[in-house]
């Protein structure tokens, strides 16, 4: 999906069997050609992307957001929940505040608290983005809510993608109380 000043510009849904079984660590061998089929499928090459996926902060140091990146050759973000590997304090409760996210003595993200009183987000810089940008890209996208938008959003249409996967009759039949159809 592709989004601009809060607007969605472009999406595409790719479906498909994940490539190898779930190991926690191996994000980029499960679901990278399928992330990658989908970025090669948008007519517009996006400026940053932003993934569920860390960077820097892997047992190797080269998770999905640094991968995908790379095979793209586009900048990306990648932003959890949580850190995969790397341990750092939570920052203080503001807007904005970071602290580190380290493996040993390197810095490999941070901590971003998106608003007071919320559990904040674990920032990866990706692929030829700093931390420092990172951070910049992140807080932009998440005045409103915690997840930044375009995340948000993404996790919305595949979630409507596999409902319909799911059940391929219901855009078929007329919705309760939808007359246009049908008739």
Known sequence: MIM???RML????????????????LMALRLGPLMEETV????????????????????????????????????TV?????????HGEWPSDQRGATSPLMIED???????RTRPGVRPLAV??????DLGTAVAVITMLTRR???????????QLARRARTQAANPDR?????????????
Do not use: M, N
């Open 124 to 129: 990866h810089p990706g692929w030829r983005l």
């Open 106 to 112: 390197s810095v490999v993200g941070c901590w971003l």
């Open 40 to 75: 090669r499928a948008l007519t517009d090459r996006p400026d940053v992307l932003l993934l569920d996926a860390t960077a820097g902060d892997h047992p190797r140091r080269a998770g999905l957001a640094l991968h995908l990146g790379a095979e793209l050759d586009v900048p």
């Open 10 to 25: 472009e999406q595409q849904v790719i479906s498909g069997i994940a490539r190898a079984a779930y190991v926690p660590g």
């Open 4 to 6: 601009f000043g809060g």
């Open 145 to 155: 809510r915690r997840t930044p938008e375009p995340l948000r959003q993404a996790r």
């Open 78 to 86: 990648g932003v959890t929940h949580r850190p995969l590997v790397a």
């Open 171 to 183: 855009d078929s039949q007329p919705a309760k109380g939808d007359l246009s159809r049908g008739r």
